[in-house]
């Protein structure tokens, strides 16, 4: 039913080590995105059914509209219960990294990630994964780490025991990281999969509204804010920047999540190819920088180049210590620096 893009060595050493290993804990990126709650949520369902001690265990908060993912309530926040997780991950004898290339990724848990003496495997979609982990599951041209997972856990034969919940959550991973699959999902086998997780019963309109229609009233105001009062326009560069403050945030009430998105809205313009969103972090002390981009624009170049970060093609991010204006000078910059890429013609 599905190509064998994972090697099949890494199957059978996972196999090894999945069997091997009675308490597994999963790790995943900070601020967890769909895609990180949903591939590390569809693993750990699959690895109790195969009656495994599983603990997820996260840097920090996630957003608001992931709570209702089964299983959610089970996870660590290092952040609230940095005792657990560490017990949780020197009991280990195995850890899965998911949805991250790098231990710079999941802040203060990469501590005692890096120092637990047990095997670890990795598996993610970004470019250049860091060799932190015993196996590197790593395929940036495939949409989300929740597909990845599925074809990990179908390739190890576990279809057919595959839950309704462990559907539930892979598929949410694949919905938001392909923004309900309107970009990076024009390979044919996604629609395999999302086929597979249909058969077992998922509804992927309830999960849809779920996701992307439950915010909040301050959230809608603060998008209608953004856009009438915020958004900078550059046509002569096909690019658009948002930049938001901490007082502006405390100002609409804002809670985790309630940015999620805005970042893509400018690229609803005809003729913009690239949008950037900086929002003064309101638990740490710098700029959390959000880039998107259509076609072959690379945002993750501008992310690593001028912010500190990186990311896909068409989806990156990074960081900024300093001033707002002086994080919109580098932005000029940026853009100057890749005028010429951002004039080619494109579809
Ligand atoms: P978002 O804008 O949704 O926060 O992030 C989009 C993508 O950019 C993420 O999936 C991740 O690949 C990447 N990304 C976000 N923030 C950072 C960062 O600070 N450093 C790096 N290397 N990548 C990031
Ligand atoms: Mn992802």
């Known amino acids: 039913m599905l190509s064998a893009i994972i090697e099949k060595e890494n199957i059978e050493t996972v196999e090894k080590l999945f069997s091997a290993s009675e308490k597994i ?3 995943t990126h900070v601020s967890p995105d769909g895609d990180a709650l949903g591939s590390s949520l569809g693993l750990y369902h699959y690895l109790v059914g195969r009656g495994k ?3 997820i265990i996260v840097p920090n908060a996630y957003p608001d509209f ?3 993912l089964p299983g959610v309530k089970t996870i660590y926040r290092y952040d ?6 560490k017990e949780a991950i020197s009991e280990a004898d195995l850890i899965c990294c998911l949805d991250f290339n790098t231990l710079s990724r999941i802040n203060e848990l990469a501590e005692p990630v890096r120092g637990a003496t047990c095997k670890k495997i990795m598996i993610d979609h970004h470019l250049d994964p860091e060799p932190f982990c015993d196996v590197t599951i790593s395929h940036p041209p495939i949409s989300s780490t929740s597909e990845l997972v599925f074809r990990l856990i179908y390739r190890l034969g576990g279809y057919e025991e595959l839950s309704f919940q462990a559907a539930e959550c892979i598929y949410t991973g694949m919905m938001t990281d392909t923004g309900g699959f309107t970009y990076s999902s024009n390979q044919p086998e996604i629609y395999t999969v999302i086929s597979a997780l249909l058969a077992k019963g998922i509804d992927k309109d309830v999960i849809y509204r779920r996701v ?3 915010y909040s009233e301050n959230r809608l105001r603060l998008m209608g804010y953004v856009l009438y009062e915020k958004m900078q326009v550059y046509p002569s560069f096909r690019s658009a920047l948002i930049c938001l403050s901490r007082e502006e945030q405390k100002k609409f009430t804002f809670s985790k999540g309630d940015t999620e998105g805005f970042v893509n809205l400018p690229l609803q313009m005809k003729g913009i190819k690239f949008s950037v969103f900086f929002r003064e972090d309101t638990e740490q002390n710098m700029i959390k920088i959000s880039l998107r981009s259509v076609g072959t624009f690379p945002c993750n170049k501008v992310a690593s180049e001028f912010f500190g970060g990186g990311g896909h093609l068409n989806a990156s991010g990074g960081e900024f210590y300093g001033k707002m204006e002086d994080a919109v000078l580098l932005f000029k910059q940026a853009l100057i620096k890749y005028e010429s890429l951002l004039q080619i013609e494109e579809n």
């Open 80 to 85: 609230k219960k940095e005792k657990e997780a």
């Open 212 to 214: 992307f229609y439950t």
């Open 66 to 68: 992931l709570n209702w």
């Open 53 to 55: 001690k599983v603990q």
């Open 25 to 27: 804990v999963i790790v």
